[in-house]
């Protein structure tokens, strides 16, 4: 009998098959003829490999087959069969090109009951029938396909086409000899295979669904974009929020990561009710994020003839700081960014730290931003708040960006030394990433959440002593010292820049108001006791309000300011400023001393009371100066060890006068040893001698900071001569000509080279 190996198919018993001719591997010129018998087998494994050889094709076939009979098949392609009973092929030939095999029929044991078997087959159909018109080929099916069955086996048959079951499913039920456990097992498997599809169907129905959906969506959003364009076109006053930011977003020039955030914040601002609190939160951040500069500037060269000339204009003196801004830009000229240093100005007040930042901008053609530092405890302030927070908002770093409007300014950040640490973070450490060249070029404040170049901005730090800024972030700076004036340069400020400031400020012009030859150098002397010119302006500014009102009064009579006048325009009494005596006793010694405003002397006191030795100090010192106390007793010890018994049997007391002010540094020590070294020889020093510096226990003088102003306030003293450490020598070049040129100065290295200039050694 003629075998026809069938793959992918469950081959049954009693049932009509269609069988596709590409699943049966069969010569279409050897197709059987109609009402011709053939045992159809299904085939274990349906690649290719199965039509090699007969040897091949024996390995691959099932034990058994199912006799049937050929048919006229009402499709096209297909092969109809009408199956019958279950056969065991043996002996497997090659015959003609066709495969030949003997047959040994198989009979079904339990045989269906026809009742049972219609009740299953009704239900079964039922369900596939309903199943069936969900499905778009459904009603062509059930008109054509399902009037012609008529079992269980029949629709397993008929489903067998569209469901892939496996090798083992299709064994067992060709193998199983019960008619009942066969139909049990079909029925199982069309239940399961119909869960299946109908599962496959739902999913892809609401897969549909959500497409369609989305469509829509989409489809909707065009329209109100468009109609919102067309709105926009016709009232632009009157354009919405979100079209607003949508319109900012296409023209900012942001980087991936900042894009990708403000879509993200645009898209919740779409789903929030304009009522609602986030709204107004989120708006705030699209409006922040998009109204900064986030395109790099093209290069813009620097004229340094120019800038020279606006910082002379605007500043008197500042040699050394005119010098290394003028090297800045030069290298900025160069390199075509902001490079170098970030440069620190360190200073009295008043001295004209801050406003040299005015200067600086106009001279490069960049706007100017100033950030005050000062009394800042917090974290945030510069890193900014996270907006998970109420009332978030921007670090002062990215806020004076996007006020200025661009993102390359000149950044003045006054009074870094003035940070304080706190519970809520240390902004010192905060700042460190904004003036590293190396990190601020990503700088993320927490508001933003994203990264900004802040490596085009020019920053300039300002301070008044650099012994309160963290090491760190010291190291991170170039400190530039901003001396005090002298006497010389405050009268050129006061005339060029500070009096016709005042003038103007009152309404007045330097016709209506004279100020007689000399009377500047009395305000500045009489009336102002500081290294910057802060007090000067503000006594010429009482000046001009007063000639103001007289000017009123007078009906616009010229006025004239002379030296007798001079008390009845100005508030207040003339500063008594302390002088050096022309002598004084033994044991008190002229010092200097510096102050946040500026230099200054003060003369230490000391003096012998009956006792036991007891040193006593007083007014106010710091733990330094107590130290070189200390430090000036021993070496007086050694170096005058005949006085030690007269120590022995009397108390010490050391004064530092203005006992209301705290005292404390490095740089009193050569002014303690001399004054004791005087108390205890009883030799007087020349008042008019001042000295600075700090001693070792082996009597070697150390280095002291401060001293231009510390010359100047001699000076001013009117000291004649100063003893300075030698260490300090190369420190002069700060001192203004006409200082070092007014006192003599000498370098010492040892407590003795001092003590003879005191002439309390021989020299």
Same mark, same amino acid.
């Given at each position: ?32 003829? /109609? =009402? ?31 006799? @049937? ?87 397993? @048959?008929?489903? $067998? #086409? ?19 456990? +066969?139909?049990?097992? &079909? ?19 609401? +897969? ?16 109100? *974009? ?13 354009? $919405? ?6 319109? %900012? ?14 879509? %993200? ?75 170098? $240093? ?14 040299? =930042?005015?200067?600086?901008?106009? *001279? ?83 508001? &933003?959440?994203? !990264? ?10 300002? *301070? ?29 400020? /006061? ?21 007689? $030859? ?56 003339? #500063? ?52 070189? *106390? ?31 002010? !705290? ?36 009597? +070697? ?12 306030? @001699? ?26 040129? @007014? ?21």
């Amino acid at each position: 009998m003629q075998v026809i190996p069938v793959r992918g198919r469950a081959i049954l018993p009693d049932t009509t098959l269609y069988i596709h001719h590409t699943e049966a591997m069969l010569n279409d010129d050897k197709a059987p003829e /109609g =009402g011709e018998q053939v045992l159809l087998v299904p085939i274990k494994d349906a690649s290719e490999d199965a039509q090699k050889d007969l040897e091949t094709i024996q390995s691959f076939l099932f034990p058994m087959g199912v006799l @049937a009979v050929s048919a006229e098949s009402m499709f096209q392609d297909f092969l109809a069969f009408s199956t019958d009973t279950r056969m065991i092929w043996s002996d497997l030939r090659m015959e003609d090109g066709v495969l030949q095999a003997d047959v040994t029929p198989i009979e079904d044991t339990e045989p269906m009951d026809p009742f049972d078997a219609g009740m299953r087959y009704a239900r079964l159909f039922d369900s596939y029938a309903s199943f069936l018109e969900e499905l778009p080929a459904g009603p062509i099916i059930k008109a054509h396909i399902l009037p012609k069955l008529r079992s269980v086996t029949d629709l397993f @048959a008929m489903m $067998s #086409i569209w469901l892939n079951w496996g090798e083992e499913d299709i064994e067992q039920l060709l193998g199983e000899d019960s008619a009942m456990a +066969r139909t049990d097992k &079909m029925e199982s498997m069309l239940r399961e295979s119909l869960a299946s599809l109908q599962l496959s169907h739902d999913g892809a129905m609401e +897969r549909e669904t959500e497409n369609v959906r989305y469509y829509r969506e989409n489809a909707i959003r065009k329209q109100i *974009a468009f109609l919102e364009k067309q709105l926009d076109e016709m009232h632009p006053d009157a354009i $919405s929020d979100i079209r607003m930011f949508e319109k %900012r977003l296409e023209k900012a020039k942001m980087n991936d990561a900042a894009r990708k955030e403000a879509n %993200r914040v645009l898209g919740r601002l779409k789903q929030e009710n304009e009522h609602s609190p986030e709204y107004g939160l989120l708006t705030d951040y699209l409006d922040f994020i998009t109204s900064l500069d986030w395109e790099e500037a093209p290069f813009a060269p620097i004229d340094l003839e120019k800038a020279e000339s606006i910082l002379d204009r605007d500043h008197y003196g500042l040699k050394e700081a005119k010098r290394r801004v003028i090297e800045q830009i030069a290298v900025i000229n160069l390199t075509k960014h902001v490079s170098g $240093s970030i440069l620190l100005f360190v200073g009295s007040p008043g001295t004209g730290k801050t406003s040299i =930042g005015r200067s600086v901008a106009e *001279a490069m053609g960049r706007e100017y931003v100033r950030v005050s530092l000062g009394g800042v405890r917090d974290e945030a302030d510069i890193r900014g708040h996270r907006r998970t927070y109420i009332g978030a908002m921007p670090g002062r770093i990215m806020d004076a960006i996007h006020k200025c409007g661009n993102n390359h300014p000149v950044m003045v950040l006054d009074e870094v030394d003035k940070l304080c640490a706190s519970a809520q973070g240390d902004p010192a450490s905060a700042l460190l990433e904004v003036l590293d060249p190396e990190q601020n070029g990503t700088f993320t404040d927490h508001y &933003m959440n994203v !990264p900004y170049d802040l490596s085009h901005v020019f920053f300039i730090c300002t *301070a008044n002593t650099t012994s309160s800024i963290p090491e760190p972030l010291l190291n991170r700076m170039e400190v530039i010292r901003f001396p005090g004036y002298t006497a010389v340069e405050k009268r050129e400020i /006061g005339e060029r820049h500070l009096l016709p400031k005042a003038l103007e400020a009152v309404g007045l012009t330097k016709k209506e108001l004279q100020l007689e $030859s000399g009377v500047m150098d009395q305000i500045i002397s009489s009336y102002t006791a500081e290294a910057g010119v802060r007090g000067l302006r503000k006594q010429l500014d009482a000046l001009c309000r007063q000639a103001a009102v007289r000017s009123w009064k007078q009906q616009g009579k010229r006025l004239r300011v002379t030296k007798k006048n001079l008390a009845s325009f100005l508030e207040g009494h003339p #500063i008594h400023h302390v002088t050096v005596p022309e002598s004084q006793r033994a044991g008190v010694v002229t010092g200097l001393a510096w102050t946040a405003a500026g230099g200054d002397i003060l003369f230490i006191e000391t003096a012998l009371t009956e006792g036991n030795e007891v040193l006593e100090l007083t007014g106010q010192l710091g733990d330094v100066m107590k130290e070189s *106390a200390h430090i000036a007793l021993s070496l007086v010890r050694m170096l005058f060890p005949e006085k030690n018994t007269r120590l022995k049997k009397h108390n010490l007391h050391i004064h530092v006068p203005s006992g209301a002010v !705290p005292k404390d540094g490095p740089s009193a020590g050569i002014t303690l040893t001399t004054a004791l070294a005087s108390l205890l020889t009883e030799k007087s020093v020349d008042p008019s001698l001042a000295m600075t510096g700090e001693i070792s226990l082996h009597g +070697r003088v150390t280095a002291i900071g401060g001293l231009p102003e510390k010359l100047m306030a @001699a000076l001013r003293a009117g000291v004649k001569t100063v003893l300075i450490p030698k260490e300090n020598v190369e420190d002069l070049e700060d001192v203004p000509a006409e200082v070092r040129e @007014a006192l003599t100065i000498h370098p010492v290295e040892t407590i003795e080279e001092v003590l003879r200039f005191a002439g309390i050694l021989e020299k």
